[in-house]
């Protein structure tokens, strides 16, 4: 529990420009002159919130759960990323947003992903393009259950000195002064539960909302009202002097549903979606009430409801009584938008005639012959200044449409992903293959992608079969048409192209893929047991290739081989168990394992089918090195097209092997490195560039080898920061310089020299 104490405001942020467009230039803060841009997908993730302004045309904000906030500008006709200078994870959590109702150019957020980072208000003259920084003591939760309720943050429309703020744990809290620094409201019953233990959250305040009647210009609104998402009797309080006294609001939703969204309209009608649960999972009942802010008359309007709540809300500004909500959690037959005409009267559902137009991000099909209409519909917006055109989010894309009126004639609406600019993705591998697609990747969530141009939505995602997260790439270091990949299964077992399996291999580069069938054992052989319980045959198999791409090496709990694509397996004898052997670039005959409790090296010469100690040296103590989690990058590595060489990224430091692995060597670049690839070489030398997710001093980035690791240097800078959110890394092996980063949020950036 926080105390009234005033928050301090810390000084501007040097959050620099952001990306105005989608390619900038490295400045200020990098060792060398690179240009980054985002390697396009399109949305990909979950966006709980869209806030149109109410005083420019065209201006709209966006907040995502883990990716940051974006602007959309009409002159631009694209996204702006508002965080890529942020170094702070946290900041690419957006629990709330906050265009300003009476000067465009002001906008306010507050950030943290989770509890565990430092609460902070963000507020900006530029449109977003510099923050100025306040920390507070209550938590924040914009990728925790809870972050499609909102908006929690609100602007005073007749005095913008005025901010409030719905907290999750800490109660309301209040802003006299733009947002420079924050004070909980004592007069507000309602204190907070505290900031919870272990990995439950709270929903707390769930929204603010002014009534710009009761105020005039440089006034504060009188009446405002809070939405209240913790459990409480009472769904809603309100004051009407300013904030200094509150009062619950009788009657309306029933006490065990949350309020969620509101919306008041300017005839001072106030609409209220309800969940049972705060979502975005979980909802199994709710319902949408009208209350009338003059005479206190609640009414329930809620639209059929099938299992599942409601969340988003949008009012037509132009046409009193004209009102959307959306389903969340409605599964069957899946989540819709209602419209009413007539002040929830009576009710249209757009889903049955809507007509989803994604060629501009093809993977929205997944592998089905069209889009589901979606899921996690949380963001609902109507733009203030165009009742026709509606914006809904899901938890893939945002769509839109332009003829929103044509269902008031029992006309299909018609849609497109709105998101040029947007890459909200959570990426967990990426290979750079010699030749073939210049990039696949493995996403969280969405599968993966053969990208054969950078700038387009790839019109080849990893399907026959989908995974849900592809964990694991490889390609056969002497013939890459080879490609192999393991991954989680995807939700839609059954379903067209969905078929459970986690393992798949393709014989043109990654551009088509043929499922690898559940390994066994051949015939009189068994498997032992597994030692890590998280460890099994379709969630956690990560799988290799030789160098010739004859054999497939897979680590079930007894690793397996096999050389004839799957149809049979049989273990790898001489291997401890849960080993992850590594091929050898150039000699298909070769493998690799390393056993991380004893420092063990184990060789094979025969392709993989057995495997034996062999005597090394060099190596420090391995036993904190062994990755324990799928998603981590194995910190074993063969180098391409060189024989027997071999690099190990440890906690201790970075080690190569030019011999197989009998000796390793330390190389102290003065980096500390967490992640390791290989790029082109540079002129003059056959050997690859390095490319690392390392740390220098206080600094982690991205960073760049020519000379084997001896020297590095930064190759990202301060204008691309990306919350320091990296998850894997690619170089090019076609061009000189040019390297891919998986982020946690950002989906896949990738610099070249500028």
């Known amino acids: ?317 132009r046409r009193p009584g004209v009102i959307m909500v959306s389903t969340l959690n409605r599964w069957r037959p899946g989540d819709t938008l209602w419209r009413s005409l007539d002040d929830g009267r009576t009710w249209t559902s757009l889903r049955e005639a809507a007509r989803h137009d994604v060629s501009a991000t093809p993977y929205l099909n997944w592998g089905n012959a069209r889009p589901d209409f979606g899921w996690w519909i949380a963001a609902l917006a109507l733009d203030p200044f165009d009742g026709d055109r509606l914006i809904y989010a899901t938890g893939a894309t945002v769509y839109e449409t332009r003829n929103l009126s044509a269902a008031d004639q029992g006309r299909p609406t018609d849609w497109k992903p709105w998101v040029a600019g947007i890459e909200q993705t959570a990426v967990i591998t990426l290979i750079s293959p010699p030749k073939g697609p210049r990039l696949l990747t493995g ?53 067209e192209g969905h078929d459970g399996s986690t393992l798949a291999w393709s014989d043109d580069a990654g551009l088509s893929w043929k499922p690898l069938g559940r390994p066994r054992p051949a015939s009189g052989e068994t498997a032992t047991p597994p030692d890590n319980p998280r460890m099994d045959l379709y969630r956690d198999a990560p799988i290799t290739v030789s160098a010739d791409g004859a054999t497939f090496v897979l680590v079930t709990p007894q690793v397996i081989w096999s050389r004839d694509r799957g149809v049979s397996w049989r273990p790898c004898a001489g291997l401890p168990p849960l080993s992850r052997p590594v091929a050898d670039r150039q000699d298909p005959m070769l493998f690799y394992a390393l056993d991380f409790r004893s420092g063990g090296w184990f060789v094979s010469v025969d392709g993989g089918e057995r495997f034996a100690a062999v005597a090394s040296r060099g190596l420090p103590d391995t036993t904190l090195d062994r990755p324990l989690w799928r998603e981590i990058a194995f910190p074993l590595k063969a180098t391409p097209g060189h024989e027997g060489d071999l690099w190990f990224v440890s906690r201790n430091g970075l080690y190569n092997s030019r011999d197989g692995g009998r000796r390793f060597a330390r190389v102290d670049g003065g980096l500390s490195v967490e992640m390791l690839d290989f790029g082109k070489a540079p002129a003059g030398s056959t050997y690859p560039t390095l490319f690392a997710i390392g740390t220098r001093g206080d600094v982690r980035g991205v960073f760049r080898s020519d000379d084997r690791g001896r020297s590095w240097v930064r190759v990202n800078d301060g204008r691309h920061e990306y919350g320091r959110r990296f998850r894997a890394i690619a170089g090019d092996p076609r061009q000189f310089g040019r390297v891919y980063v998986a982020t946690d949020g950002r989906g896949v950036v990738y610099g070249e020299p500028a």
């Open 443 to 495: 996403f969280g969530d969405i599968s993966g992608f053969a990208h054969e141009d950078m700038d387009r939505s790839p019109r080849l995602q990893f399907t026959t079969p989908v995974f849900a997260n592809t964990n694991q790439i490889d390609y056969a270091g002497r013939a890459p048409d080879i490609v192999v990949r393991s991954g989680t299964p995807h939700e839609g077992v059954g379903s």
């Open 1 to 317: 529990m926080t105390t009234g104490v005033t928050r301090r405001a810390v000084a501007p942020l040097a959050l620099a420009m952001a990306g105005l467009a989608n390619e900038t230039r490295a400045g200020t803060g990098g060792d060398a002159p690179y240009r980054w841009r985002n390697v396009a997908v399109g949305g990909g993730g979950f966006i709980p919130g869209i806030v149109f302004s109410r005083v420019e045309r065209g201006l709209v904000y966006a907040r995502s759960d883990m990716g940051g906030a974006y602007r959309f500008d009409a002159g631009e006709a694209r996204w702006s990323p508002l965080m890529d200078a942020s170094p702070l994870s946290g900041d690419f959590g957006i629990e709330s947003i906050a265009a300003d109702p009476v000067d465009a150019d002001v906008v306010h957020a507050a950030v943290g992903v989770n509890r565990g980072d430092p609460g902070a208000m963000l507020r900006s003259n530029d449109r977003g393009r510099t923050w100025i920084r306040t920390e507070v003591p209550f938590r924040m939760g914009g990728n925790e259950d809870g972050r499609g309720l909102g908006e929690r943050l609100a602007v005073d429309p007749n005095d913008n000195r005025i901010l409030y703020f719905g907290s999750r744990h800490d109660g309301l809290q209040r802003s006299r002064d733009g947002g420079a620094t924050w004070d909980r409201v004592e007069a507000f019953p309602l204190k907070g539960l505290g900031t919870p233990v272990g990995w439950t959250t709270h929903g707390g305040l769930s929204f603010v909302v002014f009534d710009p009647r009761s105020g005039r210009r440089g006034q504060a609104s009188k009446t405002l009202f809070v939405g209240v998402a913790d459990p409480h009797e009472h769904a809603l309080y309100r004051s009407d002097d300013a904030g200094e006294s509150w009062r619950p609001v009788e009657g309306g939703p029933r006490a065990e549903l949350s309020a969620a969204k509101a919306e008041l309209d300017d005839r001072g009608v106030l609409y209220v979606t309800c969940t049972l649960g705060v979502g975005p999972n979980g909802v199994t009942d709710g319902a949408v009430w009208r209350l009338d802010a003059d005479t206190g008359d609640w009414r329930d309007i809620t639209p059929p409801r099938p299992l599942g709540g409601f969340m988003g809300v949008a009012l037509d500004r």
